[in-house]
């Protein structure tokens, strides 16, 4: 395989884990924060988009860079049915 292309490869990889890391160190900040928690669930009951924006604002904050997709990637593979109803809504369905 040209040695180029591995390194691209490994690179693609190792920067897609890192954002996921992100995604999920961002997760469990705010999982643990009660009252970012409740403002997020506050703005996601009217306005999931807009959720999505702040959470991603809060990564800014607190320096852990995440982008939108990165944040739905991550909350697709919880398990939890409250979780998926929300990626839904976020999605533009419902």
């Known amino acids: 395989m040209n040695k180029m292309l591995l390194e691209g490869i490994i690179y693609k990889y190792e920067f ?7 995604a999920e160190k961002l997760y469990n900040l705010i999982a643990n924060d009660s009252k970012r928690k409740q403002s997020l669930f506050l703005t996601a ?10 959470i991603c604002t809060i990564g800014k904050e607190v320096n852990i860079s995440v982008t939108k997709e990165e944040v739905i990637e991550y909350l697709s593979t919880i ?3 409250a979780t998926k109803m929300w990626l839904i809504k976020a999605r533009g369905g419902l």
Not at 16 to 22: H, I, Q, R, T
């Open 16 to 22: 897609k884990n890192n954002m996921s890391s992100n």
């Open 45 to 54: 009951l009217t306005n999931p988009k807009a959720a999505l924006e702040k």
């Open 79 to 81: 398990d939890d049915e």
